[in-house]
């Protein structure tokens, strides 16, 4: 069965370095998201990507933030310089076909732990 | 603020019992999202709707568009249930509003 999946699975990092995470969502999947978790919080909606174009992001992803689909595969998260409070899974998700229409496959998570 | 209310926070049933989770939201919506997240973390998605019900196995989600509100419902539960129940709902920008999760325990 095709999955999501995420690499790293955990990412240490010190503060003000750079880190990318991957994602390699399922291969016909046109719709693509990233979501954050604070460990004991709740899911944080972050970025929504269509297109090779952002459709819709959160109060959340600032400058520090960006995506990319480099290579038509990988789907890929940037912070640029992290902070203390970037510690959280970080989850991947595709779906076929917009949220309204269809539902969407996790990825495993990658923990990023700043430092 | 929090667009979307989950209900109970934490749900504790003895295998068998019926169980309801439920979920208010205050944003427009396009489709609602019901969502488990077992213990490891990984998420896994139940449902996706927009109007009436659904079912899938032993578990049922409802949706009323007017009164904002859905209701996830597991029949006779089991302790493999056990896990975090999150309702979460999308707009047509794909911009998606998550609750707090429901922590189910279903004992033995």
């Known amino acids: 069965e095709p999955e999501v999946t995420q690499t790293p699975s955990h990412q240490v990092t010190q503060m003000g370095q750079e880190v990318i995470l991957r994602c390699v969502p399922i291969?016909?999947?046109?719709?693509f998201y990233w979501y954050r978790q604070i460990l004991g919080q709740k899911v944080e909606f972050l970025v929504s990507?269509?297109?090779?174009?952002?459709?819709?992001k959160s109060e959340i992803f600032d400058d520090q933030f960006s995506v990319e689909r480099p290579d038509g595969s990988n789907f890929t998260l940037k912070i640029r310089s992290t902070k203390l409070e970037d510690s959280a899974m970080y989850f991947c998700?595709?779906?076929?076909?917009?949220?309204?229409?269809?539902?969407?496959?996790f990825g495993p998570g990658t923990r990023l732990t700043v430092l | 603020k929090n667009e979307v209310e989950q209900s109970p926070q934490n749900l504790t049933a003895q295998e068998g019992e019926f169980i309801t989770i439920n979920c208010s939201y205050s944003?427009?919506?396009?489709?609602l999202h019901w969502l488990q997240q077992h213990p490891g973390g990984g998420i896994v998605s139940l449902f996706m709707?927009?109007?009436g019900k659904k079912k899938h196995g032993r578990l049922i989600a409802t949706i009323n568009i007017q009164e904002k509100h859905s209701s996830l419902h597991i029949t006779a539960s089991h302790p493999r249930d056990s896990a975090v129940y999150i309702c979460?709902?999308?707009?047509?920008?794909?911009?998606?509003?998550f609750g707090t999760g429901t922590s189910l325990t279903v004992i033995p």
């Open positions: 998700a595709s779906s076929e076909r917009h949220s309204l229409y269809n539902e969407q496959f």
């Open positions: 291969s016909n999947h046109l719709y």
């Open positions: 990507f269509y297109n090779n174009e952002i459709s819709e």
């Open positions: 944003v427009g919506i396009s489709a």
């Open positions: 709707l927009s109007s």
């Open positions: 979460a709902v999308s707009n047509t920008g794909n911009q998606f509003y």
